[in-house]
């Protein structure tokens, strides 16, 4: 099977969370969305992972509907249910219970398989100051590529 470019990315969970740990989830999804996936048409803004009755959940996450799907299209923002074993799960859960963690989806892909895989991460939430610490880490690494590259 041919190597797919779809790679949705969700840009402000490395801004707004520190990580600490990374998992590559399965989600169960329907035909209509997969294809919609499978064209790019998904959004990771805004969306986190929360856990119903030791099952795992992406809420919020935006799947565009097909265009060419009928009476049968999805709903653009369901819930979807991810797919880890029991270890995963379990080590997740108790990384939540700690304050101030919560797991954030980063990153949407199709694997070599043509499975959609969410790549989540368990973080820990900045504080003001320390975002604009990475802001100025940021553009720091930002002028000294541009004095290289001249």
């Not at 856990?51 to 999805?74: A, P, Q």
């Not at 859960?93 to 989540?120: D, S, W």
Request: aromatic content about 10%; some cysteine; glycine content about 6%.
């Amino acid at each position: 099977m041919k190597q797919s470019n779809i790679n949705i990315k969700n840009r402000r969970a490395t801004f707004d969370y520190e990580v600490l740990d990374t998992y590559t989830a399965g989600i169960v999804l329907t035909g209509t969305e997969i294809k919609s996936i499978r064209n790019g048409k998904a959004s990771l803004v805004d969306t986190f992972c929360v856990f119903y009755e030791d099952e795992l959940w992406v809420k919020n996450m935006h799947v565009t509907e097909y265009f060419y799907g009928s009476f049968n299209n999805h709903q653009v923002r369901r819930d979807r249910k991810l797919l880890l074993n029991k270890k995963e799960l379990e080590k997740l859960q108790r990384g939540t219970k700690e304050t101030g963690n919560t797991i954030v989806p980063l990153r949407l892909f199709i694997n070599e398989k043509g499975l959609a895989k969410l790549v989540i991460a368990l973080a820990r939430g900045k504080k003001q100051y320390d975002k604009r610490e990475s802001l100025k880490e940021k553009d720091a690494r930002r002028e000294i590529d541009r004095m290289f590259k001249q």
